[in-house]
């Protein structure tokens, strides 16, 4: 579970809850169920006219992999690489064979199976880097369609505002309702823009962080192989690959790695 998530999503209730109480409101008073319908219904039905209808009924499951945490084990893949590349210049790179199956990582795997098996360096460093472009191209959809959702959110909730004050324009007789009406119209807007800054764009943007992280682990791995098909000294090996990590990460596991 990411901790963060579930603070971003607490913080903000606790937030905008705090705000309408302190302004004199009351949380009843932002509760209006046709205006969920307008805003949060309609922009998602707009999907299934932007997006495929496979991708509009799985984007929940997509976005709930915001509130999971991933770890992509660089540290460990490092160590694997190194030790990998001091196999590969004591043995040769047939010796790494019998280890490919002992590996977790299968980007990493498929790539040294390419190099045990004699592929060209600039086929082997295509084939991974298509192979990782796909799989970002794949990730940058789903989110394309969220931050759509995103943009839709305000547009709905305007929307709803309007259909509300068509309805008290045509009540204008009973002046004692047109200030209750007009909080009920307003409401819709201000659904839209939580649904937009509040829900969906920060779910969207949580899940690009998350694939700009696994795409670096991906070309530190793509780099660590063809240092191993080159026979670069594992020592090289291991500080090209440190420079993938942030200098928190990277002390300890030079000190481990980079040894005098």
Do not use: C
Request: a negative charge; proline letters at 3%.
């Amino acid at each position: 579970m990411d901790i963060a998530t579930i603070i971003g999503l607490v913080g903000g209730t606790v937030a905008i809850g705090l705000g309408v109480v302190t302004s004199g409101g009351s949380i009843g008073g932002i509760i209006d169920i046709p205006s969920v319908f307008v805003t949060v219904g309609g922009s998602y039905a707009a999907l299934f006219i932007v997006a495929p209808l496979k991708q509009a009924l799985g984007l929940f499951k997509i976005m709930g992999r915001a509130l999971k945490t991933f770890d992509n084990k660089e540290e460990d893949k490092i160590r694997s690489l190194v030790q990998l590349s001091e196999s590969a210049r004591r043995e040769g790179l047939l010796a790494l064979d019998d280890k490919l199956n002992d590996l977790d990582d299968k980007f990493m795997r498929d790539g040294l199976k390419m190099v045990v098996d004699g592929t060209d360096g600039n086929v082997v460093r295509a084939i991974m880097e298509s192979e990782m472009s796909q799989t970002e191209a794949r990730h940058m959809e789903w989110i394309g369609v969220i931050n759509a959702w995103a943009g839709y959110g305000p547009g709905f909730g305007m929307l709803g505002t309007v259909i509300g004050l068509i309805g008290m324009l045509n009540n204008l007789e009973d002046k004692s309702s047109l200030g209750p009406n007009m909080a009920v119209a307003l409401i819709t807007t201000l659904y839209g823009s939580m649904l937009a800054n509040w829900l969906v764009a920060p779910f969207a943007n949580k899940l690009a962080s998350q694939n700009a992280h696994e795409i670096n682990a991906k070309e530190m791995i793509v780099e660590g192989v063809l240092s191993i098909q080159s026979g670069d000294n594992p020592r090289i090996l291991a500080q090209k690959l440190l420079t993938y990590l942030d200098p928190k990460r990277r002390v300890p596991l030079e000190a481990e790695l980079v040894k005098d």
